[in-house]
């Protein structure tokens, strides 16, 4: 079964720590860019990170210098490094496969493209920060 799913999520006081993992199962995730994406409630999709095929990394403004994407081929698995968390960090968190992060004019990892063209997403994990 092609999957991908996302685990790491929970609860965590501002300042704090998580590292969000995207696991690939049915088909090799190294092939593909895989983009974290996160939605809060009342809010629209947001695209906060992805890595290329290429080890190429894209942060949106709000979590550069804070979060930190990587890859680990031999376990089929993305990661997302989350530090310094903030309250504005909350949302539901999900990874996606796609063929490249940006190409031409297109910047897929902003989720803002045609729904087609991203291949696989994962179910969700929530993140909260909050004292």
Known sequence: Q???????????QPGGSLRLSCAASGFTLE???IGWFRQAPGKEREGVSCISVSDSTYYTDSVKGR??????N???????????LKPAD?????CAGFAACSAG??????????????????QGTQVTVSS
């Open 67 to 72: 979060h930190t994407i990587s890859r680990d």
């Open 105 to 122: 004019s297109k910047d897929y990892w902003l989720g803002h493209e045609d729904p087609e063209e991203y291949d696989i997403w994962g």
């Open 2 to 12: 092609v999957q991908l799913v996302e685990s790491g999520g929970g609860l965590v």
């Open 90 to 94: 909350t949302a539901v968190y999900y």
């Open 74 to 84: 031999a376990k089929n698995t993305v990661y997302l490094q989350m530090n310094n």
């Open 31 to 33: 092939h593909y860019a």
